[in-house]
């Protein structure tokens, strides 16, 4: 089971970020870890937007063929999230440090989740 992100102020903020476009990913670095690596598409499919989540629980919206999605601009919210723009369009999401915190953690259980739902409404990535 994937457990449900809450907001804790208890979660690191990443010392450095480093969008690379070629690969498709976006590095987080923390102090005292290894870097961390999510793809686009990954953040695209879990976007912490209403668009995604919709308004609550069960309301959530499978995103299908985001595979060649881009970030083209990563916009500071403050000092506690960031807002990437994405090549579809997708401008909503706010990231907080602590959800992007989350998404490192658990990045493995929730893309096995994401491809078995895709698999179980024949969606798919492209």
């Known amino acids: 089971m994937i457990p449900t992100h809450r907001h804790t102020n ?3 903020t990443p010392i450095a ?16 870890h290894e870097p961390f690596e999510l793809s686009f598409e990954f953040l695209r499919v879990y976007s912490p ?5 919709g308004h609550g629980p069960g309301q959530e919206v499978l995103q299908t063929g985001k595979r060649q999605v881009q970030i083209v601009a990563i916009e500071p919210i403050g000092h506690y999230a960031i807002k ?10 706010i990231y907080s440090w602590s959800y992007l915190w989350w998404l490192c953690q658990n ?18 990535r492209d």
Do not use: C, K, M
């Open 10 to 12: 208890e979660a690191p």
């Open 17 to 32: 970020l480093t969008s690379r476009a070629s690969q498709a990913v976006l590095e987080l670095q923390y102090d005292d």
């Open 49 to 53: 937007s209403a668009e995604v989540l």
């Open 84 to 93: 990437p723009i994405f090549s579809d369009n997708h401008d909503t999401g």
């Open 107 to 124: 990045q493995q259980a929730l893309w096995l989740r994401y491809l078995e739902r895709l698999e179980e409404a024949s969606g798919s």
